[in-house]
T-cell receptor, first 114, second 113 residues
């Protein structure tokens, strides 16, 4: 069964600190992996997308890594801000064609305290 | 910020009522989707469309129906709402391509009493 597992389920950090969120997946065949940020009461917004050949992708203070061999990805947030408080969702696609299916993790709920 | 809109944002209705959740996008995307999301849980695909007059059921069985008469519009209808339909409903769209990044609307929080 194709699955996407995220850890930790929730995380509290102080403003200015760094943190790393984890995503393990069993989806096969693998096409790409996305990290989304979902603010409370809003729809998810794409942060990064990585294909099989990409090991790392940055978007400002967000850096995602991918190890396709071990089927693991991480999202590193540098110098956290209060606005980073949100749910971070890992999404894996099993094909890159128009028939590609997406598998969603349950997200990591990040809270940044002042 | 994606140009995809959902109305209403919040809806509280009684059991048995018929409701339609609206979703529209101005990006000209062919593909559109409806997801259902409960608190702390993953998104579940309930409907999708590849284009006008194309609609398909998703992974999660749903009593709702959808239509795609115009490219920009993808409404979801519940003929008779029940408390089990209480959830957040998210609409998304994507353009043709290998990366298939989906752009999400703000969601509709539905509560059925």
């Amino acid at each position: 069964k194709n699955q996407v597992e995220q850890s930790p389920q929730s995380l509290i950090i102080l403003e200015g600190k760094n943190c790393t969120l984890q995503c393990n997946y069993t989806v096969s065949p693998f096409s790409n992996l996305r990290w989304y940020k979902q603010d409370t009461g809003r729809g998810p917004v794409s942060l990064t997308i990585m294909t099989f050949s990409e090991n790392t992708k940055s978007n400002g203070r967000y850096t995602a890594t991918l190890d396709a061999d071990t089927k693991q990805s991480s999202l590193h947030i540098t110098a956290s801000q209060l606005s980073d408080s949100a749910s971070y969702i890992c999404v894996v696609s099993d094909r890159g064609s128009t028939l590609g299916r997406l598998y969603f993790g349950r997200g990591t709920q990040l809270t940044v305290w002042p | 910020e994606a140009d995809i809109y959902q109305t209403p944002r919040y809806l509280v209705i009684g059991t048995g009522k018929k409701i339609t959740l609206e979703c529209s996008q101005t990006m000209g995307h062919d593909k559109m989707y409806w997801y259902q999301q409960d608190p702390g849980m993953e998104l579940h695909l309930i409907h999708y469309s590849y284009g006008v007059n194309s609609t398909e059921k998703g992974d999660l069985s749903s009593e709702s129906t959808v239509s795609r008469i115009r490219t920009e519009h993808f409404p979801l209808t519940l003929e008779s709402a029940r408390p089990s339909h209480t959830s957040q409903y998210l609409c998304a769209s994507s353009e043709r391509g290998t990366t298939d990044t989906q752009y999400f609307g703000p969601g509709t929080r539905l509560t059925v009493l």
